[in-house]
């Protein structure tokens, strides 16, 4: 079938499912953990890929709190650049790379190539470099143990991580076609680190919202696949796989059906856009079928409004670049670090399709 005009082609697109992870990574990188209020009050606005900075008062002293609470600094901290990214875009690489030398999904090799970048970035001190979470943290070291990865994954809070790490999969469900196989796997991903329910069915939901993206769903279908989905593969909480946090991703997931047109402000007070998986998670997609037909400018207001703004800003570039293709400035996109191997692995997984 012929490309329609300014349609963009499908190679394009996968690329842009790394790439737009990639870039909202490094945009929401500086402002890590950050509130709305302290980006506005400290450095304006987020527009473009900048250097990692460190506020310091007039005697040189680096300021750690202000009115709205800390101020951290990881990608000072970790020595990054403007276009570093982080565990976000590491893990999600790794994800696409292990499924591009296998040609399709093996838990091993997906759970050994993680680990790898996890290990590859360790200090002597134990400490480890990239800004990975603490409870993928925890799963790596029972990966290391010799836990298989159908048992390393820990109860821990319940975080984003298999959100933002999880789009080569869905890309893997358009390249061939394996959807009921992508969205296990997606869970089974997600497992290697994170029991929590809530976790793992960001995984799935997040697999799912990139493959129907890439297959041209249409606005509405779009939310309401979201909240079938996280339905059908949100475990129940229960106190033996749910430590922490309040009510289930698919109540959150709703809130985003229902309120579709709501301010962004509105859904934010709402949602919140904390590294808790039901808080920044439900805002990235609302922000995604919010801007749908303005990709750039949601990624830029996702990052400004603060939290945990990296991982937002990898989660809501990934479904971007699935929807829109390479739309992100060519500046910013010049800037990402390691670019070759990001278009690489896109271009792989794509030959999956371009082989059925
Ligand atoms: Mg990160």
Redesign the pocket.
Known sequence: MPNMPNMPDMRERYRAVLVGCAIG?ILG?PV?GWKKEQIEKHVGRITEPVEPFVLRDGNGKVVRHDEFGKLKYFAADAGMKAGDY???TILTLALAEAIAECKGLDLGHIAGKQLAEYVQRLLPDGRSTG?FGYTTIRGFRRLMEGFPPEKSGVVGAPGNAPA?KMSPVGMYMDATGECEKGLQYAGLTGRITHLDPRSVASGVVQAHAIYGLLQDIPRNDFVSSLTSVCRRYEMPLGRSNARSGSGSLSERVEWVAASMDAEAADAHRNLGSSSLVFSSYPFALFMLQKYWDNPVEGLVEVVNFGGDT??TG?IYGALAGAKNGMVFPESWIRQVSGLERLVSAADRIYELKAGR
């Open positions: 990574d990188k890590e982080t565990d976000d800004g933002m990296d991982t990898a």
